[in-house]
């Protein structure tokens, strides 16, 4: 079965870096995109943007350019989101998620809670 | 302030039906497929209808959604006091090159 399981949670000074995974089983990895979600204490979901798995292209909302990367290792079937130079208001549950048909996200990873607090 | 619009909230009794609207426009709803979304307290995401009305497997029936314009909406009947979540509607949007998401809807089962 189709399972995305991320890292575990992240407590981080303002202004360092932080790497999640979310490696991915039970099906081809590079036959679907991962999307990233981000979801602020409390507050609704919010699309961060994609990337491709095949091409290896990563695509960013707006407001999640610049701090944030994207990126893959196919060989262990593993997706990554870097964010830099962290901030406070960075904190937040991040959830990676497979594409499924319409665009929509078909199956999503447990999250990743990173906390950003001196 | 989210593309989507959705009522911060609804409830119903055991038992009844609900409806949860979703509102767009044009470059969103009206060109491209709606996802529903349910998050039970404390879980992630998981996504009860694509492209307008499909069930993924193992979604009751009890779930059906349809799109109509630039408008969507998700139906559940015979509620049960499990069905209590967030529920998010999402879709691409043609003109910001984005996925975007409703601001979510809290449903109780009252």
């Known amino acids: 079965q189709v399972q995305l399981v991320q890292s575990g949670s992240e407590l981080k000074n303002p202004g360092a870096s932080v790497k999640v995974s979310c490696k991915a089983s039970g099906y081809t990895f590079t036959s679907y995109a991962i999307y990233w979600v981000r979801q602020a204490p409390g507050q609704g979901l919010e699309w961060m943007g994609w990337i491709d798995t095949n091409t290896k292209n990563p695509t960013y909302a707006q407001g999640f350019t610049g701090r944030f990367v994207f990126s893959l290792d196919t060989s262990v079937s593993t997706a990554y989101l870097q964010i830099s130079s962290l901030k406070a208001d960075d904190t937040a549950v991040y959830y990676c998620a497979r594409y499924m048909s319409g665009n929509s996200a078909g199956y999503w990873g447990q999250g990743t809670l990173v906390t950003v607090s001196s | 302030q989210s593309v989507l619009t959705q009522p911060p909230s609804v409830s119903a009794a055991p038992g009844q039906k609900v409806t949860i609207s979703c509102s767009g426009s044009?470059?969103?709803?009206?060109?491209?497929?709606v996802s529903w979304y349910q998050q039970l307290p404390g879980t992630a995401p998981k996504l009860i209808i694509y492209e307008n009305n499909k069930r993924p497997s193992g979604i009751p029936d009890r779930f059906s959604g349809s799109q109509s314009g630039t408008s969507a909406t998700l139906g559940i009947t015979g509620l049960q006091t499990g069905d209590e979540a967030d529920y998010y509607c999402g879709t691409w949007d043609s003109s910001l090159s984005a996925g975007v998401f409703g601001g979510g809807t809290k449903l109780s089962v009252l």
């Open positions: 044009s470059s969103n709803i009206g060109n491209n497929y």
